[in-house]
């Protein structure tokens, strides 16, 4: 089966370009992104891409997609800015099929005290990961302000 991954909140379209440009990935992704700004710079940097990715214009809150429907769902360095981070979470848990992945980041770092209630501590991120039901959740030092988390949807939910 092929993959079908989904950018949500892709920005300048930087993961999405990362995944079509390596080697050992030949399938498609779906960017999304709300802010036609930034949508026309991921445009303009997936264009190479060609038939490989499309590139569209979504809430991350409120996504156009079944349930249980895609294979790996990526929202990178944009939950705390989002107006209600935990309502996108359940929204991207709700659109990966059972025993899909999950590819976040979680806001760590010298300024994530500037959005309380937006970031959480690595331990509070887990937990909450855990409690919607969530498995096998690695946590991988990324940048200064993120970790990189991975998780992975079970094959059925309690």
Not at 40 to 59: C, F, M, N, T
Not at 87 to 116: F, H, Q, S, Y
């Amino acid at each position: 089966m092929m993959e079908l991954p989904l950018d949500v909140a892709t920005g300048t379209g930087r993961f999405a370009a990362a995944l079509l440009s390596h080697p050992g990935y030949a399938g498609r992704v779906i960017a999304l992104d709300l802010s036609q700004r930034m949508l026309s710079i991921a445009r303009h940097k997936l264009a190479p891409y060609g038939g490989r990715v499309e590139v569209r214009q979504a809430d991350a809150q409120v996504l156009a997609y079944a349930d249980n429907s895609i294979d790996i769902v990526a929202c990178l360095e944009a939950l705390e800015f989002l107006p209600r981070p935990d309502a996108a979470l359940r929204e991207l848990i709700r659109v990966c099929r059972p025993d899909g992945l999950l590819v976040l980041t979680n806001r760590i770092g010298p300024d994530a005290w500037k959005m309380p209630g937006r970031t959480q501590p690595t331990t509070a991120f887990t937990r909450r990961l855990g409690e919607l039901d969530l498995i096998r959740i690695r946590i991988v030092p990324w940048l200064v302000d993120y970790d990189l988390v991975f998780a992975q949807k079970p094959e059925t939910s309690s």
